[in-house]
T-cell receptor, first 114, second 110 residues
């Protein structure tokens, strides 16, 4: 079946602009994660959804970052007033749920803020 | 902050040799996972080991876990050029939030 997909694959924007990054998880996966990865670093946790609700958003760096998952499937990560420091690869992952821990990752969205 | 720290940061070996990389973490865990990442994009799950397990095998992979030392190791036997990638450990600390380490960059030379 289809894996996790993320769109766009690349996004170039200017400082101060608003961006939306989309994640389509594997069908039936109730858990969804967003991570941010900078060059040479491991993925950094941003937010975790169980169903429609954000179960843990402690990794969001500040209030410019927001994520939604209104129907418990597709999720959108929204970044307001982008800054150059937001440039990174944004990874989305999904898993079956609380018991099954294995996460399936999408290919990521490379965000570049000029 | 990242809980896991992989060691070494980079490793270069010849095809056919074994590769060992280590992960240390700071707080108690329920389970630890290892992932592989090619070309800086999506990660692929390799193996999960629970806190009550000491060793686990999957094909050419062997993972050990020592909760008293808060460390884990990943051994890849008979390495192949296709094993060239970055390897990360990820720990959960009693929640569903996973903390990834900084990774080991493995290069297998043909």
């Amino acid at each position: 079946g289809a894996g996790v997909s993320q769109t766009p694959s690349n996004k170039v924007t200017e400082k101060g602009k608003y961006v939306e990054l989309r994640c389509d998880p594997i069908s039936g996966h109730t858990a969804l994660y967003w991570y941010r990865q900078s060059l040479g670093q491991g993925p950094e946790f941003l937010i975790y959804f169980q169903g429609t609700g954000a179960a843990d958003d402690s990794g969001l760096p500040n209030d410019r970052f927001f994520a939604v998952r209104p129907e418990g499937s597709v999720s959108t990560l929204k970044i307001q007033r982008t800054e150059r420091g937001d440039s990174a690869v944004y990874l989305c992952a999904s898993s079956l749920g609380r018991v099954i821990k294995e996460q399936f990752f999408g290919p990521g969205t490379r965000l570049t803020v000029l | 902050s990242q809980q896991g720290e992989e060691d070494p940061q980079a490793l270069s070996i010849q095809e056919g040799e074994n590769a060992t990389m280590n992960c240390s973490y700071k707080t108690s865990i329920n389970n630890l996972q290892w992932y592989r990442q090619n070309s800086g994009r999506g990660l692929v799950h390799l193996i999960l080991i629970r806190s009550n397990e000491r060793e686990k095998h999957s094909g050419r992979l062997r993972v050990t876990l020592d909760t008293s030392k808060k460390s884990s190791s990943l051994l890849i036997t008979a390495s192949r050029a296709a094993d060239t990638a970055s390897y990360f450990c990820a720990t959960d600390a009693g929640t569903y939030k996973y903390i990834f380490g900084t990774g080991t960059r493995l290069k297998v030379l043909a």
